[in-house]
């Protein structure tokens, strides 16, 4: 449902952020899961360069909002 959608952004966002998709189902996705406090499946998470969650939301992904919070931690 959401693998095209991811695809066409990680598409998108080719050299500006790095997409990896995580299984809940496999023991480093359920750690990552309970780690970051996912309960629902698909999950999209934003890091920033420190690690910190900066954006995240459960569900079909927002594509303009998670290309507007990536392109915003681009440096000049």
Do not use: C, H, W
């Not at 695809?7 to 780690?35: C, H, I, K, P, Y």
């Not at 996912?38 to 939301?57: C, K, M, N, S």
């Amino acid at each position: 449902m959401s693998k095209p959608a991811v695809d066409r952004l990680e598409g998108e966002l080719e050299g500006q952020a790095q997409v990896l998709r995580v299984n809940a189902m496999s023991r480093v996705g359920a750690t990552l899961a309970g780690r970051y406090g996912v309960r629902g499946v698909p999950t999209f998470l934003v890091f920033d360069g420190a690690g910190e969650v900066i954006y995240g939301q459960a569900g079909r992904p927002n594509q303009e909002a998670i290309k507007a919070t990536v392109l915003g931690l681009q440096m000049p």
